[in-house]
């Protein structure tokens, strides 16, 4: 094992059995704020693609508005957000929802691009309503598509949601900022590292929800963005 | 050309345009056709006639810019599009089956946008699966993992489930191999026969249309109809030059195709019995103006005998008699008729009716008469 200055060892496991309640509590938080996040960035971008991407005109400034609030640092974001909304979990899911847009809304546009035009066709001559195309022909096509977009989605708000830590609303990230300011390292490579074990977790699961709900696509290459 | 709406006509157009936005001119003009219940009429033309937009102006996925279309005597302009549609069964080229839904479902869409409950659905699916041969297995399945040739075939089943009464096909067997395609064709026929529906169908593709329709309406560029009439008849009294053009240089051979053999009579031929004897045989024979004779029993036929053959015999029963290579019936087409005169020994097409019944010879002097009159 490799030994800190002082002689201390890298990983204090006897710290880690006495903060398993401080931990679990952390482990709740990153996943309350992730699933706000993509949930809610779910819920503004799904329709703004749906809109976008049947009038065209409207895509390029969609791309153009979420692509600047992709650029904004979190940091910065936060910073912003504290006289507002204080120092909530708010403060953290409304930059990471931001980041979710421009990815969300990219792959719903492609998924639905990609529903060919014969199948839409036919669809409509059969007596479909165009709400029912939406529903049920076009949406579940996409959803190879989507769900992709989902988990690049989910994965970077897992890591980027640390940044909350600042705050004391970063789920793992506390564990992370913790180490930093007392100089202590096993919090600091406990919270990453089981930040990225609950990034791999939720990305084999999206994955999973992926297979079971389109068995017809197995087989069949999904294209993302 | 534009009779009285009404009548058996299942579908009128009157006075048809369509002009695209930005078009200088129209994609149709002012076409009038009646398409006539129960059977089955071709939209064919050279590219840029129209054929597919006036087909997608009856379900309304293209809109009129003038005129009506009347379907079973109410103009399709005025009813719901989305409603008028699930009654108008429809198939395209590319047969646009759902993928993410299974066979089972996808032949089920129209039923279920009907609302019917899922027994009667599934009855029906069933019922479709049996008319078109559709394995049970296959039903389970989707469509990415069938043949080309078995989702041509739901194509048609799914467009047929909510029993209409009138089915539009636009290109429906051009996406599969010819041998798949002659099938299919047969198949398509075999129904329609049981059936009876309505059916409006787009082709480029001449044979198709002789082979399947009852009518054929072949416009010209801008949707101009040049003539609308049974395949027989276009083949044989084409209206004008390009009507002529677009029928092709086998137009002949074509025209064979569609008649039958039992359209036409049969000439007696040359005949002789097993008791004949061989001077009379011989005699029949030069009658005819040939070397040979068919020798027939009662009414069965047993081959036919060569003139050098009664060398030293008394009677035909002494010799034996060979089979013809090939018989036809009076089912056959013309142009088989045609085929086995080329290519026998005799030169003649010997009809027969089943259980080897004679009934006569074609000759290529008859047949060409078919063709020349």
Redesign the interface.
């Given at each position: 094992m490799i030994a800190q200055a002082g002689g201390e060892p890298l990983i204090r496991w006897d710290w880690i059995a006495d903060h398993l309640d401080e931990i679990a509590a952390d482990g709740l938080q990153h996943v309350v704020l992730t699933v706000s996040a993509v949930g809610l960035a779910l819920l503004i971008g799904l329709p703004i693609a749906i809109v976008a991407q049947r009038h065209r005109r409207l895509y390029p400034p969609v791309t153009w508005i979420s692509g600047i609030l992709y650029t904004i640092p979190s940091l910065a974001a936060i910073a912003f957000l504290i006289p507002i909304t204080g120092l909530s979990l708010t403060t953290v899911v409304i930059p990471l929802t931001g980041y979710c847009l421009l990815i969300l809304i990219r792959n719903v546009v492609a998924g639905l691009d990609g529903v060919p035009q014969d199948v839409k066709e036919a669809a409509t001559g059969m007596g479909y309503t165009s709400r029912q195309l939406l529903w049920r022909v076009e949406l579940p096509m996409a959803a190879p598509v989507i769900i992709a977009g989902i988990r690049i989605a989910t994965v970077s708000t897992i890591g980027l949601a640390t940044i909350g830590g600042l705050i004391g609303r970063g789920g793992f990230g506390q564990l992370i900022f913790e180490g930093l300011e007392t100089d202590f390292w096993t919090p600091l490579l406990l919270g990453s590292f089981l930040s990225l074990v609950l990034a791999l977790l939720a990305d084999i699961g999206l994955l999973g929800i992926q297979r079971l709900t389109t068995p017809w696509a197995r087989g069949m290459r999904v294209v993302t963005t | 050309m534009a009779e009285a709406a009404g009548g058996d006509a299942a579908i009128a157009l009157i006075d048809v345009a369509k002009r695209f936005p930005n078009a200088d001119r129209d994609a149709v003009g002012n076409l009038s056709l009646d398409i006539h219940a129960g059977q089955i009429t071709a939209l064919i033309g050279p590219s840029g006639c129209g054929k597919t937009t006036t087909l997608k102006m009856i379900?309304r996925?293209i809109e009129p810019t003038s005129g009506r279309i009347l379907l079973e005597g109410t103009n399709v302009l005025e009813q719901d599009p989305?409603?008028?549609?699930?009654r108008i069964g429809?198939v395209?080229?590319?047969?646009?089956?759902?993928?993410?839904?299974t066979i089972e479902d996808n032949i089920g869409?129209?039923p279920r946008?009907l609302g019917w409950d899922a027994k009667r659905i599934a009855a029906r699916v069933q019922e479709m699966a049996e008319l078109f041969e559709l394995d049970d297995d296959l039903l389970a399945r989707?469509p990415?993992e069938l043949s080309g040739g078995q989702r041509q075939r739901v194509?048609v089943a799914?467009?047929l489930a909510a029993d209409p009464g009138v089915m539009?096909m636009d290109e429906p067997f051009a996406a599969v191999d010819p041998i798949v395609r002659g099938r299919l064709q047969e198949e398509f026929l075999s129904i329609q026969e049981r059936l009876r529906k309505t059916i409006v169908f787009v082709t480029h593709d001449i044979d198709e249309a002789i082979k399947l329709a009852d009518r054929i309406a072949l416009l010209n560029v801008g949707g101009v109809l040049e003539q609308y009439a049974p395949p027989e008849r276009m083949l044989r009294e084409p209206a004008n030059p390009f009507v002529e053009e677009f029928l092709g240089y086998e137009r002949g051979l074509r025209r064979l195709a569609l008649t039958k053999v039992g359209d036409i009579g049969v000439e007696e031929g040359p005949v002789v019995a097993p008791g004949t004897t061989a001077e009379e045989a011989r005699r029949v024979m030069r009658a005819f103006g040939g070397d040979w004779a068919s020798v027939v029993d009662g009414d069965e036929l047993l081959g036919w005998i060569e003139e050098s053959q009664l060398e030293g015999v008394a009677t035909v029963s002494q010799v034996q008699p060979r089979r013809f290579s090939a018989y036809v019936t009076d089912e056959d087409s013309l142009r088989i008729a045609l085929d086995s005169v080329v290519t026998s020994r005799t030169q003649v097409a010997v009809v027969v009716t089943e259980g080897q019944h004679y009934r006569g010879i074609l000759t290529l002097e008859h047949i060409s008469k078919e063709i020349v009159t």
């Open positions: - | 379900n996925l989305v409603q008028l549609r699930r429809y395209i080229q590319t047969v646009g089956l759902l993928p993410h839904r869409t129209v946008l989707y990415g194509g799914r467009a539009l």
